[in-house]
């Protein structure tokens, strides 16, 4: 947490708040993401020296037409997407296992026909069996090559099977909009990243869209170089060793003070493993004694790899959607329509004045969304938008904007009340300014809403705890 604590009436409520809003922000930092996450493979990587051309046929001589027919409903916009989108990762697939000299089993290729006819169920049923094979131990290398690519598809047919399509289009065109040519676009959530990966691929493949979450992945880099290596700087094998190394280096040091000065402010984050031991590492990295497990520390490596990728190309424009929020990007970040705008320019650094504009933008839309019955219907799209706010929220609370962040995280609760995410970073701002009625409203809310997370209760109870002190 980088805001100051609230001047308090006695050191036992200082305490009390500082405790309890420290076990808020882990459960918050803690939320599962889905089908984002991986630790690197070392074996078998080189970097693909081929690109991927987004104008050639894919198999079967289908053409990759971006082109809609007048008249068409929204539904078939988004299907059509999503076709496009299958034949380019199947193609892409195909040439990842040229690359490798593998085949492409008949089990993958029914798949990408499943996504290609939108027939979600067997879409499913195929990645869950290929996921398997995957993850299994021993992995199938056939599948292991090609993963990238089968991911991607299944992520996008998934978008479009969870969004109503108009919101869909209209929650992509609104990020497409802000995209200079050629802009790196950096997505966070499932809906940041694979609507965009969507729009993009019907428009040529205009700009780069990769994600936040897969850069220590080095299979994931290996696709990203295939896409757009003759693009832009793409990250190297000896990029992502060097960035698990400086992470386990630094994260050695956090863990030294906190065994070293118990009494201290931990600099461990919430959730954080690292660990002193020579014992086996299966899902995690390690560096002599120094081990890391879970998304705290794989996110760490991905946001030192997001800040090389920066370093490379200083002469790209990057945006980011967030996943989790990477505070070394915030420094010279500033909100551009619904995403973050890394490395502003003059012009568009971050004033009170473009604050305020912020918030305008956030309580138009707000008032539009709850308006609309189709967004109100839509458990996908209220978590996404509100997600959205809250990112820019966080980036005017880090950056000293209090009023407008208190807004933004009020416009995110409004349009989701039930957004663990939202309901607790919304919470933590009320509480440390011991505003507990207005949080215990909030959380009250929450319940109501989503009377089976637990958390919520949890929260509720230290609230009324610390309103008591």
């Known amino acids: 947490m980088h805001e100051k604590d609230s001047e308090s009436k006695s050191k036992p409520v200082r305490w009390m708040i500082a ?18 996450y991986s630790v690197s493979r070392r074996d078998g990587w080189s970097v693909v020296v081929e690109n991927y051309n987004p104008a050639a046929n894919a198999p079967g001589g289908k053409p990759i037409n971006s082109a809609t027919k007048p008249g068409a409903t929204p539904e078939d916009i988004v299907a059509g997407k999503v076709t496009q989108f299958a034949r380019s990762r199947r193609e892409i697939a195909f040439g990842l296992a040229r690359k490798h000299q593998v085949e492409i089993s008949a089990e ?22 290929i996921m398997a ?26 978008q479009a099977h969870e969004w109503p399509a108009q919101k869909l289009l209209d929650y992509g065109n609104a990020i497409m909009a802000t995209l200079k040519p050629n802009t790196v676009y950096v997505g966070g959530t499932d809906s940041g990243r694979w609507v965009p990966a969507l729009m993009n691929t019907s428009d040529n493949e205009g700009h780069i869209v990769i994600t936040q979450n897969g850069l220590a992945d080095q299979k994931y880099a290996e ?67 120094v081990q890391a497990r879970g998304q705290v520390a794989v996110m760490g490596v991905n946001e030192l790899l997001l800040n090389q990728l920066l370093k490379q190309n200083p002469n790209l424009s990057f945006v980011l959607e967030e996943s989790f929020p990477l505070g070394s990007t915030h420094a010279d970040a500033t909100p551009l329509g619904p995403i973050l705008q890394l490395r502003a320019s003059e012009e568009n650094v971050l004033t009170k004045d473009r604050a305020a504009q912020t918030v305008d933008y956030w309580r138009q839309e ?25 990112s820019q929220g966080g980036l005017l609370q880090e950056r000293n ?36 009625d207005e949080a215990i409203r909030v959380t009250d809310t929450a319940i109501s809403a989503d009377p089976n997370f637990k958390q919520f209760r949890e929260v509720r109870s230290d609230l009324a705890r610390m309103k008591q002190q």
């Open 108 to 129: 993958v290729e029914r798949f990408f026909d499943a996504v290609e006819a939108g027939n979600w169920d067997e879409v499913e049923t195929l990645f869950t069996s």
């Open 401 to 436: 904007f209090p009023a407008e962040a208190e807004d933004a995280f009020r416009f995110a609760n409004q349009l989701c009340p039930y957004n663990p995410e939202v309901v607790f970073r919304y919470v933590d701002l009320l509480a440390r300014q011991q505003r507990f």
């Open 19 to 36: 405790g309890g809003l420290l076990l808020i922000m882990a459960v918050a930092l803690l939320l599962p993401r889905k089908g984002n």
């Open 223 to 289: 696709y990203v170089q295939f896409l757009y290596g003759d693009r832009f700087a793409a990250l190297t094998p000896e990029d992502t060793i060097a960035a698990e190394k400086a992470y386990l280096q630094d994260a050695r040091k956090r863990l030294e003070h906190d065994q070293q000065f118990p009494n201290e402010p931990k600099q461990l984050r919430p959730g954080e493993d690292i660990q002193l031991s020579k014992d086996h590492l299966e899902h995690g990295f390690a560096d002599g004694e």
């Open 366 to 390: 707000t008032d539009r969304l709850m308006a609309d019955p189709e967004f109100l219907n839509s458990e996908h799209a209220k978590k996404s938008y509100s997600k959205l706010i809250l």
């Open 133 to 158: 094979k995957h993850q299994g131990e021993p992995s199938v290398k056939e599948v292991d090559e090609v993963w990238p690519a089968v991911l991607d598809a299944y992520g996008a047919a998934q």
